[in-house]
Every structure is written in C-alpha cells, then in structure tokens.
C-alpha cells in the first residue's frame, strides 16, 4: 500500500505524488502518469501493483497546478472535468507538467536499489509519457497506452531518445487505427501493439476494460521494463 510525499518541481512547485515501494528486492523504478480522472484509485492501484512486482513507483499529481487532489469517477461529470482540466494543463506556459514528471523521475533515481527509471502513462499520460521519451533525460524507457494525440501531428514527429512501447486498442473511437498504423511506420523503433479492445481497456473501473488485453499489455510492460531498466 502506497503513500502520498511531496516533490519539489525545478521551479518551485511543490506536487503531491502516490508512491508505492516494494518489500522484496528492487528491479527499478516506474513513473506512472495519470489519465484525465487524476490520481484516482486506479492510478494508486496501478502503482501499488507495480511496487508488488519489484518496482518503486510514483505517481505525480499532474492537474497540482490547476487544482489540487483531484480524483475522478469515469462518469460524464467526471469525463467533462477531466477534459477541461487536462486542456488547461496543455495550455500551461514553457514545460508546463512535464517539470513535475521530472522531479518525479529525479526523486526515484535517489532511492536505493534504482539503476533505472522508467514511465507509463494512461490516455493523457501516454501522450505525456511519449513527450517525457523524447524531453526527459532522467527516464531509460516509457510505455504508452492508448496515448491520445500521440498518433497525430506535431506529435507524431517527435524522436524518442530512449526505448518506448505503445498499446493501442483497435476499437478505440479516440484514435483512429489508421492513425496507429501510420505511427508505426514512422517510428519502426517503437514497440506497437494493437489489442481487440476500446480505450481505456487496462482500467477494471470501467466499461471499456478487456482483462485478456489489460494481462498480455501487463506482461509485455512489465518484461519491458526488465530489459530496459534493470541494466540502465
């Protein structure tokens, strides 16, 4: 079970962060990226199950700037906020959010046993993860699920400087498959995998959710980071 500390971003900012340790032996380190509900209980149980599979993991309050402690149902109420927060957080001068996914990945290279850090991030946090891969120097990998706006222009012309995987559902309505399909010709580097599966299929709180999908995704993500990682 994790617990909220306080990083402090380059400019001052303090942001909460959900971080979870491992009782056993350490295999890295994991940021892990909110969707646009915030850091809601399937973020902190993304977190804590990283943790129970070897890895510290943070995840960083994104929408801190904004608004603070936000956590969202995936109801209409909760969908129409998180969209006009996550708006306004891409609307946030110079590095906006990404300051604090680097104070997050500062604070988990310090931690004992880290050779390592990696990021995952959900819908607005895929999208960030795959920004964080090219602008943040302190990550070794980053995974991507379901990345909205990732497959798109100016986005898709970023250049990775570290190992990235992406998961994408082939019947997501908010990413088109030709989209997907002409990411992975542009960065025949990338790891891409497309499932039988809506957005949003890893999170079990929603109506979106395909355990089979959520499982293959886990295991490729997890054996991901053991590569990457472990040898950073």
Not at 58 to 74: H, K, M, N, S, W
Not at 84 to 107: F, H, S
């Amino acid at each position: 079970m994790g617990s909220f500390i306080s990083l402090t971003a380059a400019d001052g900012t303090a942001v909460p962060a959900w971080v979870a340790r491992p009782e056993g032996p350490v295999r890295g380190a994991v940021v892990v990226a909110q969707e646009i509900f915030g850091v809601n209980s399937h973020i902190r149980a993304v977190t804590d199950r990283l943790a129970a599979r070897g890895f510290v993991a943070i995840a960083p309050a994104l929408f801190t700037r904004l608004e603070f402690d936000v956590q969202l149902g995936y109801d209409a109420e909760g969908m129409a906020r998180g969209k006009a927060l996550k708006a306004a957080a891409e609307a946030l001068p110079g590095e906006g959010v990404l300051q604090d996914i680097r104070a997050a990945a500062q604070w988990a290279l310090q931690q004992d046993g880290v050779a390592g850090v990696g990021m995952v991030g959900f819908c607005w946090g895929g999208l960030l993860a795959w920004r964080a891969a090219e602008r943040v120097s302190e990550l070794s990998a980053a995974v991507c699920y379901y990345g909205g706006g990732m497959t798109v222009s100016p986005e898709l012309a970023r250049t990775p400087r570290v190992p990235v995987l992406a998961h994408f559902g082939a019947r997501d309505a908010h990413i088109a498959l030709d989209g997907v399909q002409a990411f992975s010709r542009a960065h025949p580097g990338v790891q891409v995998h497309v499932y039988d599966a809506d957005h949003g299929f890893n999170c079990d709180q929603r109506g979106s959710y395909d355990e089979t999908s959520a499982i293959q995704a886990k295991d490729r993500t997890l054996a991901f980071f053991d590569q990457h990682l472990a040898r950073a």
